[in-house]
């Protein structure tokens, strides 16, 4: 596959490559012309997952973040990610059931990211670890919304966050359709009495469900 087209398209502004086998070679062209481009979404991913490839992948990105252009990962490891997550305004990627993002900031645009993917790949996650993420009450009621697409979702992690009962009540209006939710882990937030309650209450219907609270500030538990 050649990108040379790109520049007899500045019109162009989504650009999906997710799906097709392309080297270092080629990224270079793309990245060439990404400055000149009025591109706004990029799809990116790697069959292979070699770090090269991932290398390049967000070099491609880094270098051209000031254009502001969103970027979607997909088929790369989460490792390789990580070791450039300092380097990164944002990233995102789905390309196994289980996705691990804790120890990220996310911000309300990754948040919004992560329902839309939720949204589009409806019942595709069996596991989701947003620990130690920075989500507070207003993230919350961002992610609340993207849990109605987990019907197969079994463990959701939100431990060593910043939640409230506030964003607790949120995340307990949603719950009901993760049926097949086994552990709920929200430990180590700032959920009080009531917050806790509306959990358990939101709870109460799923099976074979554990429910971890520990290191919040709960009094009647």
Known sequence: MTLYFIKFLPSLDILDISSTNIGVKELEILKQHLNHSNIQVLK?????????????????FVSNCSKHINICFSGISRK?????????PFYFCCSTPDLNMSNCKLSTLELSLLVSDLATNSGRYHSISL???????EAASYLSPGLKYCSSL?????SFNDITSKGALCISENL??????????????RICDGGALDIIDACKDINNLNLY????PITKF
């Open 131 to 137: 620990a130690n993420c920075g989500i507070d009450d």
């Open 154 to 158: 079994e463990t959701l992690g939100l």
């Open 176 to 189: 009901k359709y993760c049926t097949k939710l086994q552990k709920l882990d929200l430990s180590f937030n």
């Open 80 to 88: 390789s990610l990580l070791q450039h997550s300092s380097q990164l």
């Open 213 to 216: 609270l520990s290191g919040n």
């Open 44 to 60: 990116v991913g790697s069959r292979g997952n070699t770090m090269e490839l991932t290398d390049k992948l967000v070099d491609i």
